[in-house]
């Protein structure tokens, strides 16, 4: 067929049992659905590149529409642990084969060599850079959001729009430093920050046993070089370890491991803007950066593209602003990723495959996969009127996995509270501690607990709960299966 035809010939005439998930429709047979998305995930490794990406296209958009599935508002022939392996297995199986080729492509090729980074430090984290988000300025984030204009927004909702504003700047500032496009070293990709949508799904799947999730996320501002040698990779690193503003971190290369089936080399830099002054450069401050007549239109930009709620970013520019962190530097890690073309190709075929076994289970998926929808969501209706108020009132995203309640008055709303846990198909983490929720609130969530089937942690302490409310507590969880951790 021809490459422009390719993939509506494999949907529609090969597969004819995807056609209604493609347009937002329940099919006859979930199972029919899982089969052939794992033989069109199969197809990717042996059909040309440019056919692929359409492919790829539409595989994505049957996955985000999947999200009826993934959320238990809909019933079928398959469960979404059944249709989730299915799919899991035949990328991993392509995964599978991919390590020996590539690397006898490599060493045929003379690419097994280790690039020198010099004063490598291991496992650092952007807390250690970024103040707002060390442990240490906790109280300071606290004490602002406790203000009552900005009551009821919660801590991680305000950091992570922090770190927004913050990388968009950065992100600015990198391109007037180190400018994209074609250089001597190769190609250098300047993507934009990752979003705030991308941050919290990482920050609740991949990070969420971490003390400080947020600060795993090291790879918010990134760069990518597309060369042909690896001594062109190194060439860049020495040009970069010679600029004042860059400081290497961490190296990870897969081109010498003979079983990863990613062959790339990333490398952490911290980037430390530089102000000049008395013709020396010396690092910027936050100070600076909120004096810089362009902060301003970066921050709405960033605002506008990341969906920013205004009340959160109100408070996360009164925080940036703050004199707690007026005199720290800007710096923060950015992530370079070195590419060798030939296993870039590699990579592009084959990214849908770690896209689905990256993925912590099939809600994680779908919700990663949703900007690729092209009709409203599968799951058909909006969230009961219940979770629809406590998500207005207590300002929480609609499929948020953690109700972030900590210290808000919950007890006005306990009952309601109750009635939305029990009808949440998403909720994982509940955290209600020092909400004066006493023995009658208590018995109030042990009800919505029963009927829940989500919920793995709930937070309750400093609560005044006695002996009634722990019982009524304890007797509902012999009903509830996912409870694991609960304070």
């Known amino acids: 067929k021809p490459a422009s035809n390719m993939a509506e010939t494999l949907l529609w005439e090969d597969h004819p049992e995807l056609i209604a998930v493609y347009n937002g429709q329940e099919p006859t047979s979930w199972r029919a659905v899982a089969s052939s998305t794992a033989t069109l995930l199969a197809s ?10 359409d492919i ?26 059944e249709f989730f392996k299915i799919i899991t297995n035949a990328c991993n199986e392509q995964l599978d084969k991919l390590p020996a080729q590539l690397h006898e492509y490599a060493e045929s090729k003379g690419f097994l060599q280790e690039l020198i980074l010099s004063n490598v430090q291991e496992r650092v984290f952007q807390d250690e850079f970024v103040p707002y988000l060390s442990r240490s300025f906790r109280s300071n984030i606290n004490e602002c959001l406790e203000k009552s204009k900005y009551k009821g927004i919660g801590v991680t909702d305000t950091k992570l729009a922090m770190l927004a504003i913050h990388s968009e700047y950065v992100h600015d500032l990198m391109n007037k430093r180190l400018p994209g496009g074609k250089t001597e070293f190769g190609n250098l990709k300047v993507p934009e920050p990752k979003s705030i949508n991308r941050m919290l799904v990482k920050v609740q ?16 501002v990134r760069r990518s070089l597309e060369c042909e040698t690896v001594e062109m990779q190194q060439s860049f690193l020495d040009n970069l370890n010679e600029d004042i503003a860059w400081r290497p ?32 450069e010396t690092p910027m401050i936050f100070a600076d950066m909120c004096k810089d007549r362009r902060f301003k239109q970066i921050s709405m930009e960033a605002k506008n593209r990341n969906k920013i709620d205004d009340k959160v970013f109100k408070a996360a ?42 993925s912590s289970d099939c809600k994680a998926l779908t919700l990663d996969c949703a900007k690729y929808a092209t009709v409203p969501s599968m799951a058909y209706q909006q969230p009961p009127k219940e979770i629809q108020t406590i ?48 023995d009658e609130g208590a018995k109030a969530i042990a009800s919505g607990l029963e009927r829940n089937n989500t ?30 951790h609960i304070l």
């Open 44 to 53: 990717i490794s042996y059909l040309p590149l440019e056919d692929t990406q």
């Open 56 to 81: 790829k296209q539409h595989i994505l958009t049957v996955l985000a529409h999947a999200d009826c599935l993934a959320t238990r508002r809909v019933t079928g022939d398959l469960s979404e642990e």
């Open 205 to 220: 799947t991949d990070y969420k046993d971490a003390l400080n999730p947020v600060a795993v996320l090291r790879d918010t």
């Open 249 to 280: 971190l961490r190296q990870k290369n897969t081109v010498l491991d003979a079983t990863s089936s990613v062959k790339q080399c990333l490398v952490n830099f911290v980037y430390t803007p530089m102000k000049e002054k008395k013709k020396k």
């Open 317 to 358: 520019m009164a925080l940036l602003k703050s004199p707690s962190f007026s005199k720290f530097p800007i710096e923060m890690i950015v992530e370079f990723q070195l590419y060798l073309n030939h296993f870039l190709e590699k990579r592009r075929m084959c990214h849908l495959w770690y896209k689905v076994v990256r």
């Open 391 to 438: 998500l207005k009132k207590y300002e929480l995203r609609e499929r948020s996995k953690w109700w972030a309640l900590s210290n808000k008055n919950a007890w006005k709303d306990i009952e309601m509270l109750s009635n939305a846990l029990a009808r949440s198909t998403y909720v994982e983490q509940l955290s209600l501690d020092y909400n004066k929720i006493k």
């Open 455 to 484: 919920l793995q942690k709930i937070i309750l302490n400093n609560n005044n709960i006695g002996f009634d409310g722990a019982r009524a507590i304890a007797n509902a969880l012999e009903k509830n299966n996912t409870i694991q």
